[in-house]
C-alpha cells in the first residue's frame, strides 16, 4: 500500500506541476502511464521478495502488468487530476469618481473632504486633488457606501476601523490612521447605521 500510495503521489507531483499537459485526457493517460512506470517495478520486487521467504514463487509479469493497470484504472477514474487555479478576486466596479484621478490608480478611496470649490480625495495611494462639489463628488462614489462625518467630510464604510475620542470630541478612525471629525448633526445617522 505505501508503495502504491508513493507511486501516485510522485505521478501526481510530476503531471501536476507540468504546464504543458493541459487537455484533460493526455494528463489522465500520462497520469496512468507515470503510475505504471512507477508501480510495476515496486509490485514485482516486493512479491518476488516475500513469496521467496515462504518458499513460493513469485507472480509472472504478465500477472503484474494486469493487477497494476487494474490499479491505475481505478485510480484514474476515481481521483482525476484537476488543475489547480486560483480563484480570482470579484472586484468591485470602481466608483465613475476613479476617472477623475491619475490613470495609474490602482488603490482605495478612503474618505472625501471638501475644501473650498475643491475636494481632497485621500486613497491608500496619497491625497488627489479635484475641482468638485462635496455632493458631486460624493454622487460619483456609487456602488461604495459612505457615510457623512461632517458637512466637510465624507467615508467610505469599509475604511472605517473604530472611533476614537480626544479632548471630548468624537472622531472616526479609518484603516489609514486619518481621524474625521463627527458633528453632532451627523452623529444620529451613524449611530443608527452601526459605524459608532
Known amino acids: 500500500m505505501g508503495i502504491a500510495l508513493s507511486a501516485t503521489w510522485l505521478a501526481r507531483r510530476l503531471i501536476h506541476d507540468s504546464k504543458a499537459i493541459a487537455n484533460l485526457p493526455i494528463r489522465d493517460l500520462m497520469y496512468a502511464v507515470f503510475v505504471l512506470m512507477l508501480f510495476i517495478p515496486s509490485l514485482w520486487v516486493l512479491a518476488h521478495v516475500l513469496l521467496s521467504i515462504g518458499g513460493h514463487s513469485g507472480p509472472d509479469v504478465p500477472r503484474i502488468v494486469g493487477y497494476s493497470t487494474l490499479f491505475t484504472a481505478g485510480l484514474v477514474l476515481t481521483c482525476r487530476v484537476e488543475p489547480r487555479s486560483k480563484p480570482t478576486p470579484i472586484q468591485p466596479p470602481a466608483p465613475r469618481l476613479v476617472r477623475r484621478l491619475p490613470d495609474s490608480f490602482q ?6 473632504t471638501s475644501r ?3 475636494v481632497d480625495v485621500v486613497t491608500s495611494e496619497g491625497t488627489f486633488t479635484i475641482r468638485s462639489r462635496l455632493t458631486d463628488a460624493v454622487a460619483e462614489m456609487e456602488p461604495l457606501l459612505g457615510h457623512c462625518a461632517h458637512r466637510s467630510h465624507w467615508v467610505v464604510k469599509d475604511a472605517v476601523a473604530g472611533t476614537e475620542k480626544v479632548a471630548d470630541r468624537s472622531y472616526l478612525k479609518l484603516v489609514n490612521g486619518d481621524l474625521v471629525p463627527i458633528s453632532r ?4 445617522q451613524l449611530e443608527e447605521d452601526g459605524v459608532i
Open 107 to 112: 488603490g482605495q478611496i478612503y474618505r472625501l
Open 116 to 118: 473650498n470649490h475643491y
Open 185 to 188: 448633526k451627523y452623529k444620529p
